[in-house]
């Protein structure tokens, strides 16, 4: 259903008007963007609208557009010059969402125009980081093209493998050990991806980890080893015992 953009403008207004939501928190352009509303949005950047306007959480209308993989639109903004790397307030850029979100078209066109596949939010998470927490394969099977750094670390140290392992995301951690992802990488307080998969009972990963190579004796900051934490799983217990765990 096509809504007249007139219409969409004034609902907006009326919005604005009644719930006292200032200019800053409900833009146009930003609102007309993330609901796809390509013809709005061309009609607003043709009266002078700022393409990299932001809204009162520093999002563009190319974040918003990219978030709910509104491509028409996502095409439109960046051939009007919309800034590609802009940050949320978060630190979240329009890759970044749309990498969380598995917008695998969005992603590809803000690749072809210069996205930064390696940029941090505010915690440290970049967007190969964001799609294998969320289990976005096909995202990372993109990403694994690109640039991207597949060992990159966010603030607390830890890696997109230990993030898809954390989350049980099991063919996601197939796919980052095919591509040599490093197995005993440690995070701010010493963990490993294998010491997550014991603590969490995740007893499909820890074996994937293990015969990938992954240390079974490898102690974090308290001096606990990955056999400290697997009490609950005798299964995975097992499987560390195999392995030469103490």
Do not use: C, W
């Not at 352009?29 to 607003?44: C, D, P, S």
């Not at 400290?228 to 097992?238: A, L």
């Amino acid at each position: 259903m096509k809504i007249n953009p007139l219409i969409f403008l004034l609902v907006i207004s009326v919005a604005t008007f009644v719930y006292g939501v200032d200019e800053t928190s409900r833009v146009p352009l930003i609102q007309a963007a993330m609901n796809g509303q390509t013809e709005t949005v061309k009609q607003l950047l043709a009266k002078g609208d700022d393409v990299n306007v932001k809204d009162i959480g520093d999002k563009t209308a190319l974040m918003a557009a990219a978030n709910n993989g509104q491509n028409e639109t996502v095409k439109l903004l960046l051939d009007k010059g919309a800034d590609v790397n802009a940050k949320d307030s978060g630190g979240k850029t329009a890759l970044i969402v749309a990498s969380n979100n598995g917008q695998i078209e969005t992603i590809q066109l803000l690749i072809g125009k210069g996205a930064d596949v390696n940029a941090k939010d505010g915690k440290g998470s970049a967007s190969l980081m964001a799609a294998a927490a969320s289990g976005q394969l096909e995202t990372v099977k993109l990403l694994f093209g690109t640039s991207a750094e597949i060992n990159a670390k966010d603030g607390e140290g830890k890696t997109a493998l230990m993030a898809a392992t954390a989350n049980g995301q099991d063919e996601i951690v197939r796919l980052l050990i095919d591509h040599k992802a490093d197995l005993n990488a440690k995070d701010g307080e010493g963990r490993t991806a294998l010491m997550s998969a014991s603590l969490k009972g995740h007893a499909k990963i820890a074996k994937m980890l293990l015969d990938g190579g992954a240390d079974a004796n490898i102690r974090d900051g308290n001096g606990k080893s990955a056999m400290n934490k697997v009490v609950r799983y005798p299964e995975i217990r097992e499987l560390l015992e195999d392995a030469g765990a103490n």
